[in-house]
């Protein structure tokens, strides 16, 4: 008997499992005896007992139910085998899972102190998770009181996070086998060292063998190979879901084809891999890894130097810096690092000038960084500067400012990924290397137009003496310079791919609008002309031509221009390209022929054609764009100038929100809660935004309360006049309500019989969401929820903002400089000498 099953264990385990018996769940009086397994219902899982290769110990774990994947994705026993093969898994009264040996004796235990009773049940669910659910009564649907998910061993499995506990050991998030044969504890974890600015780290011991780079909401920037690892498949589900019941952070492994088997591992060799089982050639494939260059491993070159994969040697001293120790970095030996050749002047009033920045490109950014969000990039280099201990900053997009003022470590060449990493110098380090090229390159320019010059003249003496007279100056039509920049010499591809966003010439947009010709005026916003046009092949066209006080470089509007067009959303209008030429920025749209809802709220002939049902379509699609913008889409997007006007109409009606995303091609930034740039329309905004500057989604959600009643009342809040009290539209509907008579407020042409229930409904619903108070206000998909009455009772609105009628009578879009004196306000003014 034991040498047949030895051979089955060698030979083709797990399939010795196969004929075992079919029950499908552990409960206290039902328990797992080696070789029982468990199958989950999509039998794409199988929980029970194994023997790793070239072992005879057991062990209780879960893996594929493949017959040629002999890979164990979870282990429960894994620092303690069961040395014979009469283990039991059982699930104890008070619903602990436990694992026993052939004497009785607990090998492992989930050891959780949460009530249970004997009804409860473990389970194995379709994602490969055991789960362990009390249930005080027969009828089986208790709460989940432990899942595996939770104790990860090695491997992370789609819809499996890696689970950040602060309390527990974040640096073993996931622990490596110690060998192919061993499950136990190895050498490597992998885990992170800060909650704030979040990474991966492996680490070797106690030691850090390979930083991933900071998360930025989408990727890790500095990992390599964005575009198919961890970039587009370590999906974050809306930023780090926060565990609201343990008080946990998880990033979510999400988004992969369940029949593909992807998932990640942290190997016992120390490495990271995503890997999915290629059926075709019955193995694995690593579609990621890491570290997988010799630049990864942590801190190869020491502090201040920098690891190039295609240079030799690989190591080199950042511009500015030196070996500590020459002879040792000769031999290859480059542990000590760097250190600065001439000290930064920060501080120091000596005369000499101003310490600058070297900026180097495509980088994986040091160690230990800082991050300092809602800045742009000029204000992030200003508040490096201006603080002595700031070596270095770097800019990204979605994080924006980091900063670093410790030794910088772990730098890399990570092109054609990474970011820029802008490293403070000494005015002399700069200007050395500056003098040597500007002299080579004035020299060379001087050169050439020495001899342009002799040849012209020349020519121009040869030409008078044939001809005899003065030949005629050239005479060129003007124009203006209009090569297009070339897409791909913009920010880097790693953090947008620019590449499918379309640049569109400014000829082309020339005479798409018959040179911007009046009568193509479509109208004018806060942020400039909009422009219809008409390109060669028939497409029409919406072309915004922005107000020149934009106040960002190209590279970062492109960069914001790019992620915008990344939005799609049936209630969202189309972003089709940009245009820069010199001073002039322009987006391009998909054309709207029915034009923005105000035209036809507020008319009184076309408000006809909007029946209760239309209105009602308008009204539930700009909630879901909103809802997308806010929530369901890459970038979190505050649109801050919500109104009747930005809703633009499509031949049927539908409404799309235009105008989204501006406060970030403006050079605002989204991710501030605080602005001292105010950027809305009085009438829609918030109290706490027109007010204080403070925005949040609760501020889009105001504006929407006040479309809302615009629309189902047919009157324009900032025209309304109340005879009575100089109430706004707001007050006068609050008046109203508390009246229990909002009927009388609904527009008279929708207000019938069938559909007064539903008019007063989404009156009610626009009156909860101006509440003055940000957080009485509903989130957005509660707002849908209650429209589309998957909420049926409505609470009771308490006062809305802005009752009284605004004095301002400006109704445009609105831009205040310096509005208040936001304390939230991060520019560094203070300078530390060192
Ligand atoms: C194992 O131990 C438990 C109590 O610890 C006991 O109730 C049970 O009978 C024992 N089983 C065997 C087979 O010895
Ligand atoms: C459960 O508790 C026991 C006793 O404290 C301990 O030896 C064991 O390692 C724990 N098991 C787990 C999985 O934490
Ligand atoms: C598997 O299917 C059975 C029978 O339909 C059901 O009782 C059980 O809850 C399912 N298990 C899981 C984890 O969904
Ligand atoms: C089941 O448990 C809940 C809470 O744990 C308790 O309120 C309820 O009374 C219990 N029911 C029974 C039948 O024990
Ligand atoms: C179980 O589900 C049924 C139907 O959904 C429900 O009526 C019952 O109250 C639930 N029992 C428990 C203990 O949650
Ligand atoms: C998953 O992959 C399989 C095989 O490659 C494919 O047939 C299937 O359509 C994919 N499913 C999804 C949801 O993409
Ligand atoms: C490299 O230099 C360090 C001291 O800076 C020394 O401790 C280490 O042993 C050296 N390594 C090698 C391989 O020589
Ligand atoms: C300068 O930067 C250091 C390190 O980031 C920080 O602790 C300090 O508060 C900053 N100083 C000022 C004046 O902001």
Known sequence: MIPVYAFFLLYIFPLGLEFCSAINSITPTQFLKDPEAIVSNNTLFRLGFFSPSDSSNRYVGIWYNHPSIKEVIWVANRNNPITDSNGVLKLSVDGNLQVFNGRNQTVWSSNHTLHASKFSVAQLSDYGELLVQASNTSSKNGSTIWQSFRHPVDSVLPNMGFVLDPNSDLKRVLQAWRSFSDPSDGRFSIGTNSLDLFQLIIWDGDRPHWRSGPWNGNIFIGTRYHNTGFGNILVNTGSFTQDEIGGMSSLVFAGANETLMSHYVLTNKGTIEQRWWDDSSKSWRISWKAPDNVCDTYGKCGEFGNCRPRSSPICSCLKGFEPKNKEEWKRGNWTRGCERRVQLKCGKQDGSKQDGFLRLKMMKVPENAEKMTGMSIDQCRSACLTNCSCIAYAYDILITCLTWSQNLIDVADLSPGGVDLYLRLAQSELSNKLNVKAIVAVSVISGLTLVVVAAVIWFMWRRCRSRGNVPPLPVTKFHKKKETPDPFVFGDKSQVTIDDLEIIKFEKLDEATDSFHQKNLLGTGGFGQVYKGKLEDGQEIAVKRLSRASGQGTEEFMNEVALISKLQHRNLVRLLGCCVDGEERMLIYEYMPNKS????????????????????????????????????????????????????????????????????????????????????????????????????EKSDVFSLGVLLIEIVSGKKNNNFWCREDSLSLLGYAWKLWSEDDIISLVDPSISGAPFQAETVRCMHVGLLCVQQLAKDRPNMSTVISMLVRDIMDLPNPKQPGFIQRQTASDTGSYQMSEQTSSTNDVTVTALSPR
């Open 597 to 696: 809802l105000d035209a036809f709220l507020f008319d009184p002939e076309k408000r006809k054609c909007l029946d209760w049902q239309t209105c009602f379509n308008i009204i539930e699609g700009v909630c879901r764009g909103l809802l997308y913008l806010h929530r369901d889409s890459r970038l979190k997007i505050i649109h801050r100038d919500l109104k009747a006007s930005n809703i633009l109409l499509d031949k049927n009606l539908n409404p799309k929100i235009s105008d989204f995303g501006m406060a970030r091609i403006f050079g605002g930034n989204q991710d501030q809660a605080s602005t001292q740039r105010v950027v809305g329309t009085y009438g829609y905004m918030s109290p706490e935004y027109a007010m204080e500057g403070h925005f949040s």
